[in-house]
C-alpha cells in the first residue's frame, strides 16, 4: 500500500485525561466555555474553565474574545457565514509543523465550536485555504475528533469500512479493512484512495469475489465536508465506467464508504468542478446521493 494511502488526518482529544469535566457542566449562555490548549507533555489536549464578559448573544465578540487566547499561532482576522467560521491565519503558521499543528488546529475548533451558530470551522492562511501536504484540510467540526492518541502521537490502527462491487458489478460487498494512519490528511480522502486503488491494495482482502468500482485514470481533485454533505470532485476519466460495472454500483459504492463518517449522510459529485445531469445510465446525478445498502451482500475482511 502507498505511503498516502496509510495516512490519515485526524485532530486528537484527550478525553480520559480530562476526566469527568463534560461539556455539560459548562453554561455558555453565561459565558462559561471549555478552554482547550496543548497539554503540558505535548502529546494530548488539556481544558480549563474560561468566563466571557461579552454578552452571549454577541456571537462575533465571543468568538473574538475566545481567539484571544491563542495568540501562538497569530490570528489576523475572521468571519462568520450562516453556521461556518472562517479563521484567518498569517504565513507564519506554516512555521508550526508535526504534531503541534495538529493540536493546536484541534485546540482552536474544539473550543470555538462551543459557540452558538458555530458549526464549523475553516482555516486559511492569508487568502488561500488550509493545505496540509498538499491536500486542502477543509471545514472542521467537533466530529472531526478523535477521542485519544495512540503510541508516538503520530500512528494508529483503524478499521474502516469500504464497498466494492461484486463480481458480477450488479452489486456491492463491504469490505473491512485495517489501516495504519497518521494525522497529515482527512479520513474521507483516504476512503476514497482506498477505492482508487481498489480491493488488491488492501492487505488480507479475498479479492476473489470483489472488483474495483472506479475507472481506471480517475483523480480526486477535491473533497471537502459542509453541513454533511461530502463534496467529491472526480477528474474527466471518471465517466469512463467499465462495461462490467453498473453505474449505480461505482456510484454507492464512494457514497456508502463515506457515509460511513459520522458527519457525512449524503455525497454530492462534479466532474472537473462542473455537476453532470446523467452518469452513463444513472439519471439524476447531480443531485446529492444518500446511503443505499439495499445493493449490498455478504462482505469480506482484511
Known sequence: M??????????????CVLGGCGKDSYD???GEFRLYRIADDGMGLKS???QTMVDSDDTVGVVSDLLTNYDTV?????????????????????????????????AIVKTLC?????????????????EIDGEPVGAMSELSFLDSIGGDGYTQDKYVTLFFADLS???????????????TVPLATLLIEQLLAGPEKIEG????????????????NSLSIRDNICYVDFSKEFLNVQAQVKSEIVIYSIVNTL?????????QFTIDGEQKQDYSDTKNFDAPFERNLDLVSGGSKG
Open 2 to 15: 502507498g505511503k498516502r494511502c496509510i495516512l490519515l488526518f485526524v485532530f486528537l482529544l484527550a478525553g
Open 28 to 30: 455558555h449562555k453565561k
Open 48 to 50: 480549563t474553565k474560561y
Open 74 to 106: 497569530d490570528v489576523r482576522e475572521f468571519e462568520i457565514k450562516e453556521r461556518q467560521l472562517f479563521v484567518y491565519f498569517s504565513s507564519a503558521y506554516y512555521s508550526i509543523g508535526g504534531i503541534d499543528e495538529v493540536l493546536w488546529r484541534a
Open 114 to 130: 462551543q459557540v452558538d451558530g458555530i458549526e464549523y470551522v475553516e482555516f486559511f492562511v492569508e487568502q488561500d485555504s488550509l
Open 169 to 183: 458489478g450488479t452489486g456491492m460487498k463491504e469490505v473491512t479493512a485495517r489501516l495504519t494512519y497518521d494525522m
Open 205 to 220: 482482502v479475498n479479492t476473489s469475489d470483489v472488483r474495483k468500482t472506479i475507472p481506471d485514470g480517475t483523480v480526486l
Open 259 to 267: 457515509c460511513e463518517l459520522p458527519d457525512v449522510n449524503r455525497v
